[in-house]
Nanobody
Framework: QVQLVESGGGLVQAGGSLRLSCAAS????????MGWFRQAPGKEGEFVAA???????TYYESVKGRFTISRDNAKNTVYLQMNSLKPEDTAVYYC?????????????????WGQGTQVTVSS
């Protein structure tokens, strides 16, 4: 069982930056694929970014060049650095863990989820 706890959300002006953190419990964190998803009000959830156990990263097209996912296995933590934020990035951001090989863009492939953290970008 893995527990995930996100932090770092908040209110920021357009063009600003935030760094989300996701702290994971468990001794096998380094073997998990970690992902970030988001859900805006009235919209379906969408993939944001993922990082494999080897550090390979995958991004949703709209965040490429602005967001960076990284992990610190010694701290059992995954990060999402978000720069040049836009109002359309406003959403609840969720951290997720996948205990099988290979990153995935699909939420159904992830086994564990955090409670989410709100990110609001004002124009």
């Amino acid at each position: 069982q893995v527990q995930l706890v996100e932090s770092g959300g908040g209110l920021v002006q357009a063009g600003g930056s935030l760094r989300l953190s996701c702290a994971a419990s468990g001794r096998t964190f380094s073997s998990y694929v970690m992902g970030w998803f988001r859900q805006a009000p009235g919209k379906e959830g969408e993939f944001v970014a993922a990082i494999s156990s080897s550090g390979r990263t995958t991004y949703y097209e709209s965040v490429k060049g602005r967001f960076t996912i990284s992990r610190d296995n010694a701290k059992n933590t995954v990060y999402l650095q978000m720069n040049s934020l836009k109002p359309e990035d406003t959403a609840v951001y969720y951290c997720a863990a996948k205990n099988t090989y290979g990153a995935s863009l699909y939420s159904k492939d992830y086994d564990y989820w955090g409670q989410g953290t709100q990110v609001t970008v004002s124009s």
